[in-house]
């Protein structure tokens, strides 16, 4: 959930200086070909997690900021003008957050699949040191992520039909009001299991974020074999194979994991993630729509 609102007028934000120079923070992330985080504005009360896409920025000025357009699992992400969007900066071992939204799309050669036009914040505010996504009146909240080691990666091919016919079924059964009971979670040949948090995607991957508890003798040589909670949107965990390609411990001992999807077992999975992904936005963007007319 996303409750970002302006602050009152005449109160005064922690270390307020650091927080007018957004241009220049954004500016420097530009510059060395950095990227930012964002993701849809919920509507409403929507109790859905938040999907963040990392994303490459491209260009910062007073009227706009210009950003590779999203994707995931190498299919872009299809948004209208108009969207409201809640952005995530990084400087050094701090986290800001500002609220925008998409002026339109453009094809160019900047971002291989197209950029997108943002306004420019207004303001923006100060994650907490120790709740990595919050600020005094926002909260995002991420997926939960449990993953186990593969020990056999042939027998990631048997998990992932299992766990499409097993979402599959229970869509359907959510779009007939109807009651499903999930069966019994069909695994690969794995070893001791791990809870994380998904932290952003993109066309190759995703990000993990491991908890200083959590992340104790977490082997990163091997594949790993992931169930990403998106409930109550999709009502079981959707099942992903993945290798890990990079890791980054924080002074808070968080540990950052890039995870690289993994297809080649079973390349039809491809397909069902991207269009799993793809209605999930859709139906955000649908709930974005219906609360703004609302209004």
């Given at each position: 959930?996303?409750?970002?609102?302006?602050?009152?007028?005449?109160?005064?934000?922690?270390n307020?200086?650091?927080?007018?120079?957004?241009?220049?923070?954004?500016?420097?992330?530009?510059?060395?070909?950095?990227?930012?985080?964002?993701?849809?504005?919920?509507?409403?009360?929507?109790?859905?997690?938040?999907?963040?896409?990392?994303?490459?920025?491209?260009?910062?000025?007073?009227?706009?900021?210009?950003?590779?357009?999203?994707?995931?699992?190498?299919?872009?992400?299809?948004?209208?003008?108009?969207?409201?969007?809640?952005?995530?900066?990084?400087?050094?071992?701090?986290?800001?957050?500002?609220?925008?939204?998409?002026?339109?799309?453009?094809?160019?050669?900047?971002?291989?699949?197209?950029?997108?036009v943002?306004?420019?914040?207004?303001?923006?505010?100060?994650?907490?040191?120790?709740?990595?996504?919050?600020v005094?009146?926002?909260?995002?909240?991420?997926?939960a992520?449990?993953?186990?080691?593969?020990l056999?990666?042939?027998?990631?091919?048997?998990?992932?039909?299992?766990?499409?016919?097993?979402?599959?079924?229970?869509?359907?059964?959510?779009?007939?009001?109807?009651?499903?009971?999930?069966?019994?979670?069909?695994l690969?040949?794995?070893?001791?299991?791990?809870?994380?948090?998904?932290?952003?995607?993109?066309g190759?991957?995703?990000?993990?974020?491991?908890?200083p508890?959590e992340h104790?003798?977490?082997?990163?040589?091997?594949?790993?074999?992931l169930?990403?909670?998106?409930?109550?949107?999709?009502?079981?965990?959707?099942?992903?194979t993945?290798?890990?390609?990079?890791?980054?411990?924080?002074s808070?001992?968080?540990?950052?994991?890039?995870?690289?999807?993994?297809?080649?077992?079973?390349?039809?999975?491809r397909?069902?993630?991207?269009?799993?992904?793809?209605?999930?936005?859709?139906?955000?963007?649908?709930?974005?729509?219906?609360?703004r007319?609302?209004?």
């Open positions: 959930m996303v409750a970002l609102r302006k602050e009152r007028e005449g109160s005064m934000p922690a307020r200086s650091r927080t007018e120079r957004w241009k220049s923070c954004l500016e420097r992330i530009c510059e060395r070909g950095g990227g930012i985080e964002l993701t849809m504005t919920p509507a409403g009360d929507d109790p859905s997690p938040c999907l963040l896409w990392r994303v490459r920025l491209h260009e910062v000025n007073e009227r706009r900021l210009v950003v590779d357009r999203p994707s995931a699992a190498g299919a872009p992400v299809e948004l209208v003008p108009g969207t409201r969007l809640v952005g995530v900066m990084a400087v050094g071992q701090n986290r800001w957050m500002f609220h925008t939204e998409i002026v339109r799309s453009e094809e160019n050669a900047r971002g291989r699949g197209g950029v997108w943002l306004s420019p914040p207004e303001a923006v505010e100060r994650c907490q040191r120790r709740s990595f996504y919050r005094s009146t926002a909260n995002l909240s991420l997926p992520v449990r993953g186990w080691r593969v056999d990666p042939q027998s990631v091919i048997v998990a992932e039909v299992a766990n499409r016919a097993m979402v599959n079924e229970a869509l359907e059964a959510k779009r007939r009001g109807q009651a499903f009971e999930a069966p019994e979670c069909v690969p040949e794995v070893g001791p299991s791990f809870q994380a948090k998904l932290a952003n995607i993109s190759g991957g995703l990000g993990l974020i491991f908890g508890d104790a003798g977490l082997d990163t040589s091997r594949l790993v074999w169930r990403v909670n998106l409930q109550p949107r999709i009502p079981v965990p959707v099942g992903v993945g290798r890990i390609v990079h890791t980054h411990l924080d808070e001992q968080r540990l950052y994991c890039g995870v690289a999807f993994e297809f080649q077992f079973n390349p039809s999975h397909a069902f993630v991207i269009n799993l992904l793809a209605g999930l936005v859709d139906d955000m963007r649908k709930a974005q729509e219906f609360d007319r609302a209004a």
